[in-house]
Each structure stands twice: as C-alpha cells, then as structure tokens.
C-alpha cells in the first residue's frame, strides 16, 4: 500500500472521497487554508491500493515550538475524526491502511515531536462503540476515554420529517417551555446567509471560550473558516431587539448539519441558546439532511446540555502517542496552568492525577 502527502491536484479526489465514504466535515481538504493562516503546516496523506483508488486519508497538522513540535489528527470545527477508511475494507485491509499511515507519520514527521494526537469517532450514530481501534493501539498509541462519565462524546440526532412530529416532539416538555419562554421574551433567530454578523459571532466566540480558560482561534482564522466554506456554512443568530444574543456557525456535508461553534457575551442567555439550536436543527430537518451532529462534548455539564435535544451519544475516542517526556511537559504545562488559574481549589486534591495526565501514557 502506498502512502504519500496529497497536492493541490488531489484536492477534488479527496474531498470525494470524504463525501462518498460518509466522512466528517474536519477531513475537508481545504482546512489547509484555515490551518495555514494560524501558522500550522497542513499533511494530507493518502493511503493507495493503485493509483487513484483511495484506501483512506489522515489529514494532519503539524505546531512547531522552538524546543519541540506536535502533531494533530482531528483538530478542526466539525467534529471529531481524525482520518478515514474506505467502507467495506476487510479488518486485514483496515490494519493495514492504519498501520501504512501511522508508519508513514512516523518515517517523516516525528521528529523533534513530542507528541501525535488523534480523535476518532464513528462514522454513523448505529456504532456507538467505546472500544479502541486495534490498529492505533498496535501503533503505540495510548487510549483515552471516560467510561464512567461517557466523555468525551458527541451527539448525533437522526432527522426526520415532518421536523414537529418526528423530532420535535420527541424533545422533553421542559425544554420546549424554555424554547418558547425565549421566543416570547422577544428573541428571533435569523439565518444569516451574507454573514453580516461574522464580525459579532468572532467576538461573541472568543467571549465564550475564555469562559472556560481555553484560548479562542484568532480572528483570522474565524473570518478564513467562513470565507473558505462559505458554501457550506450557515450563520444562525439570535437578536433580541435587533442585537445578537447567540450565534451558532454550522458545517454541512450531504448528510449531516454539524452545529460546531456557539457565541455569546453573557453566560446566561436566557434560553436564547436553546431557540438558536433549535432553529438551526429544524433548518436541517426541513433541508433534507439526514443527522445534526452537536459537535465535540468534552464536559459532563456540556453533555447535560446537548443531551436534551434527544441526540444518540457517540463516543469520541482519543489516542496519543508520547515520544518525549520533556517535551510532553513543556507542552502540556502551560496548559496546566491555565486550567488551575480557573479552578486553583481543584489542584491539590488532583495533583497526582494531573502529573500523570502529564508525563505517562
């Protein structure tokens, strides 16, 4: 099986092979751009049978430090997967496709990394399995997931209509009370097709991921993710007297609306959250596409949240391989920091925990 990085001239190749294979909206080719712009370099690889047919891509992205570099399966909007296999493969042929891309990973991008990271989740809701995949595992990768929190997660709702009778309804008698408590406060959500409030939803963005001591992408990266997927892209917003409350970025491949990136600039948004996913869940339904994914879940409150809307909880699996014990420190201590400045009573309780998740497998 050959394995090589793709070109521009394997871009239509590839993306039809993410659409033909069912594959998430993160493996699209020209994440490159969005990657790029935040100083990453982009590594597509293909697995090959022969020439032009395609066992399966991993596209990854490679952060240089001065001490040390990374890499990344699975870091783009749009859920969590991290490479793709062609359907109907035997397990043998699957092996083998996995154990030619890691390897190949490891031939000529591995050095000076600390570490290679990777999320996988299953392509459809029907194999919700929590079991690792051999051949990650046999490629020495360490396996990561909560079996007693079922995290980290996403959650895939089947779509159905008539939206009211097939999904609607199925949704609990309090969370409807909340959507129209929202809708009677004045709120009104707009589909935004010219991305007039690109602008607010970046800010509002960047407000609500520093609310949970994560770094927000720059602007440029948010403005290049809408500009490059413009065509598959939709910017829901929720005003309440003509000013946005909510806004909600979703990705589309031909089956699935993933509802990626939510904004706000308070906490508390009485609701106007709730009547956003809505809005943006039933636009799918009546669309024609087949599932909303609500995106990756790494937090119990935020599956609490996602969970209401009746979606099948799919577990993300996530894998790293640690080549540097030094540099897994150098790499993962300043995030450390960064969590107990936000949490400091929760350290000294946790603190062999914490070393661990730093220096082991």
């Given at each position: ?25 993160c ?47 699975g ?53 919700p ?33 008539p939206f ?10 309090k ?32 407000e ?78 009546n ?12 937090t ?62």
């Amino acid at each position: 099986m050959r394995v090589r990085e793709a070109t521009l001239e394997d871009r239509p190749a590839w993306d039809a092979f993410v659409d033909g294979e069912g594959g998430g909206f993160c493996l699209y080719f020209d994440w490159k751009y969005v990657h790029e712009a935040a100083g990453l370099r982009f590594i597509p690889l293909l697995a090959e049978t022969a020439p032009s047919r395609l066992a399966g891509i991993l596209p990854m992205v490679k952060e240089d430090h001065r001490l040390y570099c990374t890499l990344d399966a699975g870091r783009a909007g749009g859920g969590a997967q991290g490479f793709l296999l062609k359907r109907g493969l035997s397990d043998a042929e699957r092996d083998e496709a996995t154990s030619s891309l890691l390897q190949h990973v490891e031939a000529h991008y591995s050095r000076r990394c600390s570490s290679f990271k990777l999320a996988e989740a299953p392509l459809a809701a029907d194999d919700p399995s929590e079991e690792p995949t051999p051949g990650l595992v046999n490629n020495g990768f360490g396996f990561t997931y909560d079996r007693g929190a079922r995290l980290p997660c996403c959650f895939v709702l089947p779509l159905c209509q008539p939206f009211e009778e097939k999904v609607w309804k199925g949704w609990s008698r309090k969370l409807k009370q909340e959507i129209y408590k929202a809708a009677r406060s004045g709120v009104v959500v707009v589909d935004d097709r010219e991305f007039r409030h690109a602008e607010d939803f970046v800010v509002m963005l960047s407000e609500n991921v520093r609310r949970h001591g994560v770094r927000p992408p720059s602007r440029q990266e948010m403005m290049l993710e809408m500009e490059v997927f413009r065509e598959k892209s939709k910017l829901f917003v929720a005003l309440l007297d003509g000013k946005p409350v909510v806004t909600l970025l979703c990705h589309y491949t031909p089956s699935t609306c993933y509802l990626v990136r939510v904004g706000s600039h308070e906490k508390d948004t009485n609701s106007a959250n709730r009547l956003c996913y809505k809005a943006a869940i039933e636009d799918a339904c009546n669309s024609g596409f087949r599932f909303a994914n609500l995106g990756y879940t790494p937090t119990e409150s935020l599956a609490f949240f996602k969970e209401r809307f009746k979606g099948i909880r799919v577990p993300v699996r996530v894998y790293e391989k640690r080549y540097s014990i030094l540099g897994t420190i150098m790499e993962k201590g300043p995030v450390r920091i960064s969590r107990v400045w936000h949490n400091r009573g929760h350290v000294w309780s946790n603190r062999g925990r914490l070393w661990r998740g730093m220096v082991h497998s």
